[in-house]
């Protein structure tokens, strides 16, 4: 079955550092995103990605956040000066669709990001 | 309100036992409808897409009221296997940013 691939598992970065979680979508997957889940809460949205722009983000996506597709299979998301409020885990994921249809999204298993 | 409510639980059930979840959502523009689950520290799975008429796809059930803004589960004969958080998820606008509900726990215990 077909992978979204995220690396790192788990990044520990101290407060103010830039970090780039990277995320490798299904390879005929032309929509991508970026939600995040602090711990015990729910996941948020972040931002989608299509035609190499942002589609739609959200009010967390603030100017401290970027997304790139620096080359035909990496997605990434930077964070430029993380914050404590930053730590979360961080869930790339990827659709064929563009309205989704019956199939939603295929979520990577995610980055935990610890900012100490 | 909250665009997407659920029942948080735990909701705790022995094996074999048929429980259902509720879900609520508040935005009536909504287009697309899923359940997902949810394993500890794991990322969400879809489990199923939630149509009007109705859909059943081995042991689960999904329904919805678009009248009445909600979505339900029914999980028959439960495994100790499906122990899980169950999120309900709502497509709300034309694009594709979906919004969860905060997820209902599940433990089926033997």
Redesign the interface.
């Known amino acids: 079955e077909p992978e979204v691939t995220q690396t790192p598992s788990h990044q520990v970065t101290q407060m103010g550092q830039e970090v780039i979680l990277r995320c490798v979508p299904i390879s005929n997957h032309l929509?991508f995103?970026w939600?995040r889940q602090i711990l015990g809460?729910?996941?948020?949205?972040l931002v989608?990605f299509y035609n190499n722009e942002i589609?739609?983000k959200?009010e967390i996506f603030d100017d401290q956040f970027s997304v790139e597709r620096p080359d035909g299979s990496n997605f990434t998301l930077k964070i430029r000066s993380t914050k404590l409020e930053d730590s979360a885990?961080y869930?790339c994921a990827s659709?064929e669709m563009?309205?989704?249809?019956?199939?939603?999204?295929?979520?990577?298993?995610?980055t935990?990001l610890t900012v100490v | 309100r909250k665009e997407v409510e659920q029942d948080p639980g735990p909701f705790n059930v022995p094996e074999g036992a048929t429980v259902a979840f509720n879900c609520t959502y508040s935005n009536s523009a909504s287009?697309?409808f899923?359940w997902?689950r949810?394993d500890c520290?794991?990322?969400?799975?879809?489990l199923m897409?939630v149509y009007s008429s109705g859909n059943e796809d081995g042991r689960f059930t999904a329904q919805l009221n678009r009248a009445s803004q909600y979505i339900s589960l029914l999980i028959r004969d439960s495994k100790l296997s499906d122990s899980a958080t169950y999120?309900c998820?709502v497509?709300n606008n034309a694009?594709?940013?979906?919004?969860?509900?905060?997820?209902t726990r599940l433990m089926v215990k033997p």
């Open positions: 929509y995103y939600y809460q729910k996941v948020e949205f989608s589609s739609e959200s885990m869930f659709s563009g309205r989704l249809g019956v199939y939603g999204y295929t979520f990577g298993s995610g935990r | 287009q697309s899923f997902y949810q520290r794991k990322e969400p799975k879809l897409s999120l998820v497509n694009g594709n940013m979906l919004t969860f509900g905060g997820g």
